[in-house]
């Protein structure tokens, strides 16, 4: 009962749920995963199976370079680039990616989200960044993934024509970011169409996000 690896399988599985509540997701897209803490394993969603089927004993456990450890499934076909987000960022302990659909407008026009929410700011810190255009196949995608995030406070990015992927302290963390990404996505989305958005000044954006991620993130449960 108190194996780690079944705890993470269950987290996962159950934040799979989250991304169907929050509609970030159609048919079988999208996957979240988490880092097994202090193994070089992750746990993550099999390929092709159906949201409603998806239990713990469905996730799949890999090692970081995507290989099958445990499981009856193939892994994510996005395995490849989670595991290159692990491999490279220590920090990470979740990843996730959707196609959802304001967010994927952005990434179509290859086009950054301006941060010009106190939201966004408490959130991202920044705008939301975009990344290349990278076939799935190999590292590209992760490659892109780390090379943009690496150095940007936002933990999300929109890969260009492609979707969102968000990375977090825990997979809890980097769920959050693609729920709130694509609700930033939107909101600008559609006060752009009645104009131009107002820039928030980048010493407001500054004290917002410090406020938020070292303050109101330091009280348990506020998050
Ligand atoms: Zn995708």
Redesign the pocket.
């Known amino acids: 009962m108190t194996d780690p690896i079944d705890l993470i399988r269950r987290q996962v599985s159950d934040l799979h749920q989250e991304l169907v509540r929050y509609r970030l997701v159609v048919w079988t897209?999208?996957?979240v995963s988490a880092r097994v803490p202090g193994e070089d394993l992750m746990v993550i969603k099999p390929s092709g199976v159906s949201y409603d089927e998806l239990t713990p004993d469905a996730m799949i456990l890999c090692d970081l370079d995507g290989k099958v450890v445990e499981g009856s499934h193939s892994p994510s076909?996005?395995t490849a680039a989670h595991a290159y987000v692990y491999r490279h960022l220590p920090e990470v302990g979740g990843v996730v990616?959707?196609?959802s659909t304001y967010a994927c407008a952005w990434a179509a026009r290859g086009e950054a989200v301006p941060c010009v929410l106190t939201a966004m700011a408490d959130e991202f810190g920044a705008e939301i960044p975009v990344g290349p255009f990278a076939l799935?196949g190999d590292d590209s995608?992760g490659r892109g993934i780390v090379d943009t995030l690496r150095d940007h406070r936002s933990p999300a990015v929109l890969?260009k024509s492609?979707?969102v992927f968000t990375v977090g302290k825990d997979a809890k963390a980097a769920v959050k970011a693609a729920v709130m990404c694509e609700d930033v996505a939107r909101t600008v989305h559609i006060s752009r169409q009645l104009g131009e958005p107002l820039p928030i000044a980048q010493a407001d954006i500054d004290a917002l996000n410090h406020r938020y991620q070292h303050v109101y993130g330091q009280q348990p449960a506020a998050r």
Do not use: E, L, Q, V
């Open positions: 897209a999208g996957n076909s996005d990616h959707t196609h799935i995608i890969m492609h979707g």
